[in-house]
């Protein structure tokens, strides 16, 4: 079979070297690493280093801490990735999700047809197939046996492991609607086009609210969680100017929308998808009673009504919003005449959130500056670094986006107190160990 090739899965967009910068940036400073590189790389996958790691962990869980922890009306769920095919079937994914491919019959190449202008974007030939439905989602076989009975998809959305476990939730939980189910997990996209680095991949991960409403409370809440999902992305630092609701047209619509908007981020190919919000109606509880025979309604012991709640859905990529806090955050300045790169990341997304630094390598000082970690770590993700002068950590840490950068000096052995270094202003305080971890909290705004 002819491999599917994506227009610009190796370059990735931008007019400004923003794209570039954050590429480098990611690899180079361990956010972000090309998968199976030491064998030549495996298209569209990419494994999250050390720093990559501590913020998209940040990202999910300020989600998480967004949607069900400071809520009383969304519980949490962990579906599982493998299923049966009933469960695609009953969903409509078997039958419609899928994506337009077009063959090139030039060079026989494949496109999605929806990202390319009537052009092949390898040969220039505009000589190409009708456009044919590509399913997207993975197929392989559990167990040891191959055959169709063994057959399992890997999930494309995690909302529909949160359907089929409505009713154990409801039972358990005693929740009545409005009331969400909140789940946080990787989804698999056989895309024909992996895009911009780790904005379109194959493997990536998934941040989904299902809230179950009344029907006739459908709208509002739709229109309550367009506000609440934008605002959680500035509220996380990015400039509002960068982002917007785009509502869908209606031949635009999934198989399951009544109606769909998207937070869309100012990219630097342009505007694009953060995040989808769609009103999926009753369609899914609908499709899976019918295909499974369970019953999955709520029934209001109070009034003895009896309904099938409709769902509005904010659908995030956690790998995407990760990549859009990044952009977001980007900054180049000058410090002292010199050039410094700066992630202007808020301090609850920031991989480290303090850097304590001894002045020097000097044995002298190690016994405090541990100390002083040994303090600040139970309450902030700190980075411990020695090596090189102190103004190039200072600019390493800039460049990663530590919020706050704690020197320990020689006069820290007699008066008791570090060096609190702003990574904004660059501004620098004295402040005692012993109200370290209360001024710190103060910067946070989270006291
Ligand atoms: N359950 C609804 C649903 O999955 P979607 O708009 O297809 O809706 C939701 O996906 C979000 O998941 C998108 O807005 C995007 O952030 C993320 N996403 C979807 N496909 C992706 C991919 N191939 N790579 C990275 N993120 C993706």
């Given at each position: 079979m002819t491999e599917v090739r994506a227009p610009d899965e190796a370059t990735v967009g931008g007019t400004d070297g923003l794209m570039d910068k954050i590429v480098n940036l990611c690899k180079r400073r361990g956010f972000i690493f090309p998968s199976a590189e030491i064998y030549g790389g495996f298209r569209s996958t990419y494994d999250y280093g050390p720093l990559g790691v501590n913020l998209l962990r940040n990202v999910k869980n300020n989600w998480w801490r967004t949607m069900t922890q400071l809520r009383d009306d969304v519980v949490g769920l962990d579906a599982a990735i493998l299923s049966p095919p009933a469960v695609?079937?009953?969903?409509?994914?078997?039958?419609?999700?899928?994506?337009?491919?077009?063959?090139?019959?030039?060079?026989?190449?494949?496109?999605?047809?929806?990202?390319?202008?009537?052009?092949?974007?390898?040969?220039?030939?505009?000589?190409?197939?009708?456009?044919?439905?590509?399913?997207?989602?993975?197929?392989?076989?559990?167990?040891p046996i191959e055959d169709e009975g063994a057959v399992a998809y890997l999930r494309p959305e995690t909302a529909q492991g949160t359907f089929i476990n409505f009713a154990n939730v409801l039972t358990t939980t005693r929740k009545k609607p409005p009331f969400g189910i909140a789940q946080v997990g990787k989804s698999f996209r056989n895309e024909i086009t992996p895009q911009n680095f780790v904005f379109r991949t194959r493997e990536f991960e998934q941040m989904e609210l299902e809230y179950f409403v009344p029907p006739d409370e459908a709208s509002t809440w739709f229109a309550y969680w367009l506000d609440e999902r934008l605002r959680w992305y500035s509220d996380l630092g990015i400039a509002p100017e960068k982002l917007r609701l785009r509502h869908h047209a209606p031949d635009e619509l999934s198989h399951?929308?009544?109606?769909?908007?998207?937070?869309?981020?100012?990219?630097?190919?342009?505007?694009?998808?953060?995040?989808?919000?769609?009103?999926?109606?009753?369609?899914?509880?609908?499709?899976?009673?019918a295909a499974s025979g369970e019953r999955l309604e709520y029934f209001?012991?109070?009034?003895?009504?009896?309904?099938?709640?409709?769902?509005?859905?904010?659908?995030?990529?956690?790998?995407?919003?990760?990549?859009?806090?990044?952009?977001?955050?980007?900054?180049?300045?000058?410090?002292?005449?010199?050039?410094?790169?700066?992630?202007?990341?808020?301090?609850?997304?920031?991989?480290?959130?303090?850097?304590?630094?001894?002045?020097s390598k000097k044995e002298t000082l190690e016994p405090l500056a541990r100390r002083v970690l040994g303090l600040l770590q139970p309450h902030f993700v700190c980075d411990y670094d020695t090596t090189q002068s102190i103004g190039r950590r200072y600019r390493r840490q800039d460049e990663v986006g530590t919020p706050w950068c704690v020197t320990v000096d020689f006069d820290s052995l007699t008066d008791e107190a570090v060096t609190v270094r702003d990574r904004d202003s660059t501004l620098q305080e004295r402040v005692p160990i012993d109200g370290l971890i209360a001024e710190l909290r103060r910067r946070t705004g989270d006291v």
């Open positions: 695609w079937e009953a969903s409509g994914h078997l039958a419609n999700f899928t994506d337009p491919m077009v063959d090139c019959r030039n060079c026989h190449e494949r496109w999605r047809a929806d990202k390319i202008d009537g052009v092949c974007p390898n040969c220039g030939s505009g000589d190409l197939t009708e456009p044919r439905a590509f399913n997207l989602m993975f197929k392989t076989h559990a167990g399951y929308s009544a109606g769909t908007a998207d937070v869309e981020f100012l990219f630097p190919w342009g505007w694009d998808e953060l995040e989808g919000i769609a009103n999926r109606t009753d369609y899914d509880l609908k499709a899976h009673a209001d012991q109070a009034t003895g009504e009896r309904y099938v709640p409709h769902v509005i859905e904010p659908a995030a990529g956690a790998t995407r919003a990760m990549m859009a806090f990044m952009l977001a955050a980007y900054d180049e300045d000058e410090v002292g005449g010199e050039a410094r790169t700066v992630l202007r990341l808020h301090w609850r997304l920031a991989p480290y959130q303090v850097a304590v630094l001894p002045l």
